[in-house]
């Protein structure tokens, strides 16, 4: 993924009401951007400490909040991608390419695909009757402030009804007979694993490990992220217990 201009290095200030951000200019002056991310942010934006950042520029002077946030220096001095409308074309750029061992995108990509009353952001397979539908998660739970830094990045940063969802409708593909993949695209730079976060959603780590008993495939792969391109990198292990 691309960047033309290059993202714009920035001073984080705040974040409030859930999609907005104050970030500080090179120059001095102070926006409000938009923050694409539903989730908590937990240990991506840090209470009370401003943080440098990253956002893009849309170019549209009509959008009521031209920029965007797209990444934040976390603890440790790590990074992580909180623009969770870039995953799935993430992904999806690098299954296109063939890029990702095991996915084979040569008979077809769908994306948003429902199969009974689930809806998945991506399926394999000829239009009309896909074989493999494949969720995916924007992973950056890492390490806090004061916590040590063990490369292993978690999902979710918050309670999540909706995963929880997702697994279960994961699980039913395979009962019947189909493939089905959770993907967690890691956007952060200190990742050496990926796993569930029992100790905020345990009702979601284990039905990850039930999902996974049951024949769902779990992959993550790490994001590497600069300036002018985010890309998925390498592959990750996946730790449930």
């Not at 120059?27 to 938009?34: A, K, R």
């Not at 009370?48 to 849309?58: H, R």
């Not at 009509?62 to 934040?72: D, G, M, P």
Request: glycine share 10%; net charge neutral.
């Amino acid at each position: 993924m691309k960047f033309s201009p290059p993202l714009q290095a920035v001073t984080l200030l705040r974040r409030y009401k859930r999609f907005l951000a104050d970030v500080r200019l090179t120059d001095g002056s102070e926006i409000t951007v938009h923050c694409p991310n539903t989730g908590s942010m937990r240990h991506c934006v840090l209470p009370g400490v401003e943080q440098a950042a990253l956002i893009s520029d849309s170019g549209n002077a009509s959008r009521k909040y031209r920029h965007t946030l797209e990444a934040v220096q976390v603890a440790h001095g790590h990074w992580a991608g909180v623009n969770t409308a870039r995953t799935n074309a993430l992904v999806a750029e690098a299954l296109l390419a063939g890029r990702l061992d095991g996915l084979d995108p040569t008979i077809g990509v769908e994306r948003e695909v429902t199969f009974g009353d689930s809806r998945f952001d991506l399926a394999l397979g000829e239009r009309g009757a896909p074989h493999t539908f494949i969720e995916v998660k924007n992973v950056t739970l890492g390490a806090g402030p004061d916590d040590p830094d063990d490369g292993m990045i978690r999902f979710p940063d918050s309670v999540t009804l909706r995963g929880q969802k997702h697994l279960l409708g994961l699980a039913e593909v395979v009962r019947q007979g189909g493939r089905a993949v959770l993907f967690f695209c890691v956007q952060h730079s200190g990742a050496l694993a990926a796993g569930p976060a029992g100790h905020i959603d345990p009702v979601y780590a284990r039905m990850l490990g039930d999902a996974a008993g049951a024949g769902v495939e779990i992959m993550a792969w790490k994001t590497r992220m600069a300036a002018d391109e985010f890309v998925l990198d390498r592959p990750l292990p996946v730790v449930l217990s």
